[in-house]
């Protein structure tokens, strides 16, 4: 009973988000600018959404609560920091500016910006390659995610690698189908519908429990560390290397990073970016504090459970909730994963086919056969990041952790290069090469994760900005470079 | 005066983030209606930083990106250009 109950939903879902795609593809014309960023037409509540959404990952629903039910409510600051402030001062600070560049220069990618201006191949194609690198982990661990959450879901019934490939065949069709359109489509319908179940989730557990007062007392009786601010885990070097990697990293993340382009005005920017703190509160507070409170309730969920790997929302939901609405949950974060390796898929394959195949492969690319290359791309990503999650080595937050750091590696050259005329082809080059290069020998090699607290992230980041301020000193611009393409009369509208 | 400007911003947003965090409630677990302290302080944050974020959009939009301050007030309402 409960299985089908589950399964229906599920399904009932992924019908639905078809039919959106189906409708989005009517509405596609078939140019790679529409594929990709809607022809740029995006209104606020769907950027807010679409980018919201982005948000909504495995870590949100299953890894983030279970941390705060071993640790505490920390996160919640954490997440706060991250991208309710600082990801939104970056909407600003890169968003504004390449959405005035995108309007003026057509430009679809990170990549593309970036090789305009230093009149690089080379450089787009090193900023496209090492966003692939980081993206590839990061969308098999949504793929992981979810064959785990449907395994667990069904009792075993759909196994993991059926569930995960599931999810992927699903995803495949409806990226090819439906492009950016679609996709910010149902990235709204799921937003609105994961922020509402999960405040449904939270008063409904708070209302069988007795309150807040309740379960808060029984946190204090369980763990009362908890409550207080800070601990062993959570250091003030732990929590801003955190914040402030992820922050930036988020703003590096292809599918996040495009988004800036797709707005449709200069308004929608405005309106978004003030309503983005508020959205952050709204999800994770209640999210996260959940998986805290249910540290101090009366549950069969143990901490040996948990640290084992198991998840704490679904468990504190089937103890308290009725199974249709749990099902209706957790249906809802599959979903929700799922949604954030859809865009992911889109805008990785945007960065291969303009940033890689296309300049370096077969320059005369002619744009119908581009939108195929395009769709042919999102295939051979999804499968192999598929086949990847089948071997998951890693568990889930170290992987995400690093694609995140990873990615903010690339924030601060950037955002030189944005507001430093004086900067270099080979300054930049340097320092993105020389930050991802000393990121990924911590993450891969002896090199130290952590230096007296503060993450290698952390430190990556203030090394790509030394080199590339230092180097851009140092070093003439080639004769080639357009130095003034970011600064000539960007006007707003 | 524009680099003024453009500093007191820059100041203003780094205070802003860092003080999303409460340093000064370090350790402590004061319950109020149900809730940490902390929390609360939280929740007040990102409420408030939305409020400057709105202010800032009205106000100071294009500070540090578009070219002319002078003509930025006008910029922000040009006919018909936005939706």
């Not at chain 1, 809607?38 to 807010?48: C, D, F, P, Y």
Request: include cysteine; hydrophobic fraction near 55%.
């Amino acid at each position: 009973m409960t299985l089908e109950i589950q399964l229906a939903i599920i399904v009932g879902y992924l019908l639905l988000a078809l039919v959106i795609g189906l409708v989005a593809y009517r509405l596609t014309e078939r140019t790679a600018e529409d594929f990709y960023l809607a022809s740029r037409t995006v209104g606020t509540i769907v950027l807010l959404f679409t980018t919201f959404a982005t948000l909504l990952s495995a870590f949100t629903f299953f890894a983030g609560p279970n941390l705060a039910y071993l640790y505490g409510p920390e996160w919640i600051l954490v997440m706060g920091v991250m991208d309710g402030l600082i990801f939104a001062v970056l909407w600003y600070v890169i968003g504004y500016k390449q959405w005035l560049l995108g309007q003026r220069h057509r430009y679809v990618t990170l990549g593309e910006m970036l090789g305009d201006r230093f009149a690089s191949k080379r450089l787009r194609g090193i900023v496209a390659g090492i966003s692939l690198v980081w993206l590839f982990p990061y969308v098999m661990l949504q793929q992981a995610g979810a064959g785990t959450a449907l395994e667990a879901l069904t009792e075993g019934a759909v196994p993991y690698a059926a569930g995960a490939g599931l999810i992927t065949l699903f995803m495949i069709l409806y990226v090819v189908l439906a492009g950016f359109r679609g996709i910010a489509w149902t990235d709204t319908l799921q937003g609105a519908f994961m922020l509402v179940t999960t405040w449904v989730a939270l008063l409904w557990v708070l209302a069988v429990v007795g309150g807040p007062g309740v379960a808060t007392s029984g946190l204090e009786a369980t763990a009362s560390e908890h409550l207080a601010l800070g601990s062993a885990y959570y250091s003030p070097q732990f929590m801003l290397s955190t914040a402030i990697t992820i922050g930036f990293g988020v703003a590096m993340f292809p599918q996040v990073n495009q988004r800036f382009f797709a707005a449709g005005s200069k308004k929608v920017l405005k309106r978004s970016f003030a309503l983005w703190p508020i959205l952050c509160l709204l999800l994770f507070v209640p999210a996260f504090m959940l998986g805290a409170w249910a540290r101090g309730l009366e549950t069969g969920i143990n901490v040996a459970e948990i640290e084992a790997g198991g998840n704490v929302l679904p468990l504190i939901l089937a103890e308290f909730t009725p199974t249709w609405f749990a099902a209706l949950v957790i249906a809802g974060a599959m979903a929700a994963m799922m949604s954030s390796s859809d865009s992911m898929l889109l805008s990785g394959s945007s960065y291969f086919t303009r940033d890689l195949y296309r300049p370096f492969i077969e320059s005369t690319l002619s744009a119908r056969r581009e939108d195929v290359i395009a769709r042919v791309g999102v295939v051979i990503f999804a499968l192999s990041t598929f086949v990847a999650s089948l071997y998951n080595p890693a568990t889930l937050f170290e992987l995400g952790d690093a694609a995140f750091s990873g990615f903010a590696q690339l924030a601060l050259p950037v955002i030189v290069a944005l507001y430093w005329r004086e900067t270099t082809r080979t300054g930049i080059t340097v320092g993105i090469v020389g930050s991802q290069l000393f990121y990924l020998l911590s993450v891969f090699t002896a090199v130290p994760t952590a230096y007296a607290g503060w993450s290698a992230g952390l430190v990556g980041m203030g090394l790509g900005l030394v080199l590339t301020v230092g180097v851009s000193l140092l070093t003439a611009p080639a004769a080639d470079e357009q130095r003034a393409v970011y600064f000539e009369a960007l006007e707003g509208d | 005066m524009d680099w003024l400007e453009r500093l007191g911003w820059i100041f203003g947003a780094t205070a802003l983030c860092v003080l999303g965090i409460p340093w000064f409630l370090w350790g402590n677990d004061t319950i109020v209606a149900g809730l940490p302290l902390w929390i609360w302080w939280h929740i007040g944050w990102l409420l408030l930083a939305s409020g400057l974020f709105w202010l800032f959009a009205q106000r100071a939009w294009g500070v540090g990106i578009e070219p002319d301050t002078a003509k930025r007030g006008e910029a922000n309402v040009p006919p018909g250009g936005e939706r």
